[in-house]
Structure formats: C-alpha cells, structure tokens
C-alpha cells in the first residue's frame, strides 16, 4: 500500500527564510507532484516530477526528486507572505492513473 | 490551460436529501475523472475513479450505493450524494486529466462544500 508522508505538517516562519518541505513515499513511483491550496479554494497544480534527479523552479519554489530515496523536497528561497498556502505531495500508484496525497503542509508566512 | 469546472460551488440542505455535483472538462475530454472528498484541514481522500462508459471504480471503505457516479460523456461526471445526512458533510472535489498516464497533473475543480443539516 502506497504511504505519502509529508513533514513538517505545519510551518511558521518569518519573511526572507528559507526553508524545505519534505515529502517521502513508501512504495515505488515514476510521479510525483506538488500542489498548492488556499483557504476554501481548490487545488492548484505547482510542479510534476517524472525522473530521478527531475528537479523544477517557478519563482521562489523549487522542487526535486530522489526516486532511489522515495524523497522529493519543495524548497521555498526568500518566502514572502503571498506563499501562505498549505501545500500537498502526491504520488502516483501503479499502473492506473491515481495519485495518493499527503497530509499536506500549512505554511504561514509572517509579514 | 486546462480547465475543470465544478457545480455548484456549495449546497446547504436538508438531511436525506440526494445531492447531485456536476464536473465538467471545459476544453479537453476526459476519459477518467476523479472524486475527491476533503474534510477541515486534512488532506484529499480519493472515493472513486470515474470512467467515460463504463462503472465507476470506488477505494476501499466508500459506499457504492451511498455515492453515486455517473460518466455519461468524454466531459461529464456526475457524483451524487444520496439521502445525504451530517456526516456526508465535507468539501468533494473532482479531478482530470490531460493527456498520457503521469506525465501531466491532475486538474481539479473549484470543489463543493456540501452542508447537510
């Protein structure tokens, strides 16, 4: 059974930082993607990971993917307020087409 | 890009009245469509893959009879909610896909946040 663990679940920190989302999963997979979701709204899609070593930028996001150590991370450079959201891992199962979320993260970012 | 409307948005009703949500694929066909239900501040709970033409395939613990679903068509699904009660309450949301296995995201609708009193 395919296991999607997210950490931190949750992250406070203050504008300018750095930091790092960390997400593992149990079982192979040849997908991964990150989305983002604020408050009441729906999903929004951030990054698709395909390879090993796939690593992604958009802004202030970067994401990677280690397949050998079932491990992608969402490192966020210089956060500013506007990156409060919480953000979700997922990854694909086998051979069909569904994705298996993780808890997800809520970032709250302190102007 | 791809669009994924969802409707109605939200949908406050009484408890044991059947609740009909709508997904449609704007600009693109979609042969699999999928539900999602979202409870406060916890992650997405798949409930069923929906398939153009055929049964929907549901995960373990969802009630097939309880959640109903329909693909009639490449850009319509249709979940609904069954003599609905409290604990049915909850944001469902609904997802496709563009293209091959994988090598797109998934794109959701806005959801529906159902209230059922």
């Known amino acids: 059974e395919l296991k999607v663990e997210q950490n931190p679940l949750f992250l406070s920190m203050q504008e300018g930082k750095n930091y790092t989302i960390y997400c593992n999963y149990s079982?192979?997979?040849?997908?991964l993607y990150w989305y983002r979701q604020d408050p009441g709204k729906s999903l929004e899609s951030l990054f698709v990971l395909l390879s090993n070593g796939a690593v992604k930028q958009e802004g202030r996001l970067m994401a990677s993917l280690d397949t050998k150590a079932r491990l992608s991370t969402l490192h966020i450079t210089a956060a500013v307020h506007d990156l409060s959201a919480t953000y979700f891992c997922a990854v694909g199962r086998g051979r069909d087409d569904k994705i298996i979320f993780g808890k997800g993260t809520r970032l709250h970012i302190l102007p | 890009g791809a669009v994924v409307s969802q409707h109605p948005s939200r949908v406050i009703c009484k408890s044991g009245t059947s609740v009909k949500i709508e997904c449609r694929s704007l600009?693109?066909?979609?042969?699999?469509m999928f539900w999602y239900r979202q409870f406060p501040k916890k992650s997405l709970m798949l409930m069923a893959t929906s398939n153009e033409g055929s049964k929907a395939t549901y995960e373990q613990g969802v009630e097939k009879d309880k959640f109903l679903i329909n693909h009639a068509s490449l850009t319509l699904s249709t979940l609904t909610v069954t003599s609905a009660h409290p604990e049915d309450s909850s944001f469902y949301i609904c997802?496709?896909?563009?293209?091959?296995?994988?090598?797109?995201?998934?794109?959701f609708g806005d959801g529906t946040r159902l209230s059922i009193l």
């Open positions: 600009d693109f066909q979609a042969t699999t």
């Open positions: 079982t192979t997979s040849d997908r």
């Open positions: 997802s496709a896909r563009v293209g091959g296995l994988g090598n797109q995201p998934q794109h």
